[in-house]
């Protein structure tokens, strides 16, 4: 089953312009990552913020986490074509638990 | 360091047919973890591996199976194929060591394609 869901499923914007995607997750986590998928290949960690984050940067991207809501988001700012992908929030939970649980993801296409 | 590798890259098989898919992990990683993605479905959990132990599992059916070698080495079996195992497997790897810091590195892919 999904924990993480993304919003919106799909984004289109400018280069240069500012994306920023939604996850809300349903049961309470240890953390919560975000992924970058280009075109069917392997995934790539961005970002990971701890339950006792509230928001994190790394470059261009910023994430905040919203416990209380149970939400995330993700913005990429100063878009470049390169950021075209599939990006997918995934969260753990769990005292022993290993196992990521991932949205399905919001397809970003920055059009040069 | 290397990354993950996944072997093939690329499958064709036929329903009814069995198949055995490869992932080598980044070196000194002892977690192995394997994931199905469908269009339909997404990115779905089938199991980990810690040391060579499943440590977790997904809501997958008895046909799929894997196992850890003691080089960390994972290979992951389907047996009995169906047209809906036609997926991207994908196999990723992690020290494994701390809950906050699960931070996965995954390969490229096998994707295979039943008919």
């Keep these: 089953s999904q924990q993480g869901e993304e919003d919106p499923q799909a984004l289109s914007i400018q280069e240069g312009e500012n994306a920023t995607m939604n996850c809300s997750y349903k049961t309470s986590i240890n953390n919560l990552q975000w992924y970058r998928q280009n075109s069917g ?47 997918f929030c995934a969260t753990e939970s769990g005292g022993s638990n290993y196992k990521l649980t991932f949205g399905k993801g919001t397809l970003l296409t920055v059009n040069p | 360091k290397a990354g993950v590798t996944q072997t093939p890259r690329y499958l064709i098989k036929t329903r009814g047919q069995q198949v055995t898919l490869s992932c080598s992990p980044i070196s000194g990683h002892r977690s192995v973890s394997w994931y199905q993605q469908t269009p339909g479905q997404g990115l779905q959990f089938l199991f980990e591996y810690f040391s060579e132990t499943q440590r977790n599992k997904g809501n997958f059916p008895g046909r799929f199976s894997g196992r850890q070698f003691s080089n960390s080495r994972s290979e992951m079996n389907v047996s009995t194929l169906e047209l809906g195992d036609s997926a991207l497997y994908l196999c990723a790897s992690s020290s494994g060591d701390h809950i906050a810091k699960n931070i996965q590195y995954f390969g490229a892919g096998t994707r295979l394609s039943v008919l």
């Design chain 1, 41 to 87: 290949r392997g995934l790539v960690h961005l970002i990971l913020i701890r339950s006792n984050e509230r928001e994190k940067h790394s470059g261009r991207l910023r994430v905040t986490l919203d416990t209380s809501k149970k939400s995330s988001s993700l913005l990429i700012t100063a878009s470049r074509a390169a950021d075209t992908a599939s990006y």
